[in-house]
């Protein structure tokens, strides 16, 4: 392979720059992101400029060298993945969104807390002690909270991780102004389009009735349950979900700990969370 | 010649997770030489306390996308160790399915998106598209495999779904298994155009000999089961993994720092490679020479290229898991067992190197406590120990060339720093 270097002229000033960023979570949203055939990938290019993703590129929006960190500068959307647990990430995140002129949370880390807000569900001695029991106070942490806690989101893209096809769709929509199309409708929808059995048949908790679809019932039709990545529908009924769980003879305590996988940051399902 | 240099890398890019570089050198000599890790800490270990044994895998795979199905299979191994459950051979062959997923993601990933823009003077795979369009194709293609697999095994390659204690909840039909047979030995056609490619880049000579530490099960190139071996001290159980990462010290420390009988060793690919070369496939094999890799190597910049042989290993044994499953009937298994309280250990190769997960459960399945060491955290000192002793031979070069070459070194262990993130502030110097 020659030498080559960077062919800027190929940028066409019109279509929107985008910079991925992350904060607290495993970066799988990103990879689901480029998980993407060339036809996509030429189909996502068509529209939008990327230029700032730092798990996969050195290149900086703001046309610095690759060694200092975020930029503030040169993109016009910001596609965010992670939840934020540090005081100084609420910071950084603000920055971003000064800079940007669209906000999007990427997955359930950012949209909604996650798997992250697990550990809301103890005191802090308790996480910090379990994790450095020797200095427990050394490393800055906080309560885990979704990116709209902090600062302005102007669209999500649910799911942990993201669907591939969404995030291009979400993208697209946004970027040609219209909307996001993310389904309101619960998961149940889905999953008996695809004539599954019913996890509750099966003796599973499931949380598909009140959590947003969109996912095709990824979860149930591949003999596992819901457990809420994308998200509550809006206006869950979350009383109706009590009466399936007394229909199958099931303990709304067994739920509500199924809960706190992704949804500890939701309101409608714990009200009193700091 | 610059007798001060001062290198200061805020993020590096191209690599999982956050992690800062910081070498100072005055008057020729290294005063400082660190990799710090600052990604924000999860507590995954805390999470897991009080949480089912049904939910281990799908909590801990959350711990990092790129090595979730990893995560996932070092979880359910872990669990099985504590409940005694001997997993069948359709599960086993499953699971080794899964892996292939797993390790084609990864490695094609790392190999062509990350390291390999460095070599041709990008900065990153973007450029890249308009001159080797051919090479991106194939490198999207290849990844999408790993997905493909995944997607067809367990659901899904990022959080999978079906994998589950004792046995899977999904069993593929004689179509995906088919399906499966032809997209690897396309792959393997692929990666034969990929070699002519990796063989023209000019890797950095530099040598440094370490203790290379790897799973071992004579026989086989050990990925999903076996002992630990270190090319040091040779062969001892999987059971006694904290002699080996020296975890047993973490009371006492923050800093989980990683050694065995030196300051540091080496897990991954390359120390994969020279403990376990003769039970790669012949094809593997015959890559290996094609590409100068010769065990021992001491040189770790060639892990990229030893992740390139693994992935042709990996598509010989992932064709050869669905050629028996093919000849196998195949049922979705009885997922009950006995619940009983105890301690268990899981040690997997994921595409970094070895996985340990520790588990404690009470009478009910219930977590107690969850230990996780990650490859990353037991290569970190092996990292830093490389940068010693490559920056004074390198002094004679330009600032930005000595930090290339130190992104390089770091982008080549392949670190996966979000799986470290309990592993922070670890004190090199």
């Given at each position: 392979m020659p030498n080559v270097t960077p062919n800027t002229a190929a940028i066409e000033p019109q279509k929107p720059k985008v910079a991925f960023f992350e904060f607290a979570d495993c970066e799988g949203c990103q990879l689901c992101a480029i998980d993407l055939t060339p036809e996509q990938l030429l189909d996502l290019t068509a529209v939008i400029?990327?230029?700032?993703?730092r798990e996969a590129f050195s290149e900086k929006a703001d046309g610095s060298d690759s060694t200092g960190g975020d930029s503030h500068s040169g993109y016009d959307i910001a596609i965010i993945e992670g939840s934020i647990t540090r005081d100084s990430d609420a910071e950084r995140l603000k920055k971003i969104r000064a800079a940007a002129k669209i906000v999007i949370a990427l997955g359930a880390c950012a949209h909604i807390g996650g798997i992250n807000a697990l550990k809301n569900c103890q005191t802090k001695k308790e996480y910090t002690e379990e994790v450095y029991p020797t200095d427990p106070n050394k490393y800055e942490t906080t309560t885990a909270k979704a990116l709209d806690e902090i600062i302005k989101v102007d669209g999500f893209i649910p799911g942990c991780p993201i669907d591939t096809g969404e995030f291009i769709r979400v993208v697209k929509n946004i970027v040609l102004g219209k909307n996001p199309d993310i389904p309101t409708y619960p998961v149940c929808v889905e999953c008996k389009k695809k004539e599954n059995v019913c996890a509750y048949e099966k003796g599973m908790i499931c949380l598909g009735p009140i959590t947003r679809a969109g996912c095709g019932a990824r979860c149930p039709s591949n003999g596992g349950y819901c457990f809420g990545c994308r998200g509550l529908i809006p206006e869950p009924n979350v009383n109706a979900q009590e009466d399936i769980m007394q229909k199958y003879n099931l303990s709304f305590e067994g739920m509500k700990d199924k809960f706190k996988?992704?949804?500890?940051?939701?309101k409608e399902v714990f009200p009193d969370a700091e | 010649m610059p007798n001060d240099v001062k290198v200061n890398v805020h993020h590096?890019?191209?690599?999982e997770g956050h992690g800062n570089i910081k070498v100072d050198v005055k008057n020729g000599e290294l005063k400082e030489c660190k990799l710090e890790i600052v990604e924000a800490p999860r507590f995954i270990e805390a999470m897991l306390k009080g949480r089912p044994y049904s939910e281990a895998a799908l909590i801990t795979s959350r711990i990092c996308g790129i090595c979730s199905a990893g995560h996932q299979l070092a979880s359910l191994a872990t669990s099985e160790d504590v409940f005694g459950i001997k997993i069948s051979e359709q599960e086993k062959l499953l699971r080794k399915l899964l892996n292939v997923g797993e390790f084609f993601e990864s490695h094609v990933l790392h190999i062509y998106f990350l390291a390999v823009p460095d070599f041709v003077g990008a900065k990153s795979v973007l450029p890249l598209v308009s001159t080797h369009k051919d090479v991106v194709v194939q490198a999207l293609k290849l990844k999408k495999l790993g997905h493909y697999v995944g997607d067809v095994i367990?659901?899904?390659?990022?959080?999978?779904?079906?994998?589950?204690?004792?046995?899977?909840?999904k069993i593929p039909t004689d179509a995906i298994l088919e399906s499966i047979i032809e997209k690897l030995k396309d792959a393997k056609e692929e990666l034969k155009i990929g070699a002519q490619v990796l063989k023209k880049l000019n890797l950095p000579h530099f040598e440094r000999e370490t203790e290379y530490i790897s799973l071992y099960k004579p026989g086989e190139y050990a990925l999903l089961e076996g002992n630990l071996f270190s090319s040091d001290t040779g062969e001892t159980s999987y059971k006694n993994y904290r002699e080996l990462?020296?975890?047993?010290l973490v009371d006492h420390s923050t800093a989980k720092r990683a050694k065995h009988s030196r300051e540091s060793f080496m897990v991954g690919a390359l120390a994969r490679f020279n403990n376990n070369h003769e039970w790669l496939s012949d094809d593997a094999k015959a890559f290996a020479d094609e590409l100068g890799l010769k065990a021992p190597c001491y040189n770790p910049y060639m892990i990229t290229v030893a992740q390139f042989v693994e992935l042709v290993h990996i598509a010989d044994d992932g064709i050869a898991a669905a050629e028996k499953l093919l000849g196998m009937k195949r049922e979705l298994e009885d997922r009950s067992f006995p619940i009983v309280a105890g301690t268990g250990v899981g040690a997997i190769e994921v595409p970094r190197g070895i996985l340990y997960h520790e588990y404690t459960y009470d009478d009910k399945g219930i977590m107690k406590k969850a230990n996780c060491v990650i490859p990353t955290a037991q290569n970190l000192s092996n990292v830093e120990d490389d940068f010693r002793a490559l920056v004074p031979t390198i002094l004679d070069k330009s600032k930005e060339e000595i930090t290339l070459m130190l992104e390089m070194l770091v982008r080549a262990y392949d670190p996966c720093i979000s799986c470290s993130a309990h592993i922070l502030d670890v004190e090199f110097v």
């Open positions: 400029d990327i230029v700032e993703f996988l992704f949804l500890q940051r939701s | 590096i890019t191209r690599v367990a659901g899904r390659l990022i959080h999978s779904i079906s994998t589950n204690v004792k046995a899977m909840t990462t020296n975890e047993y």
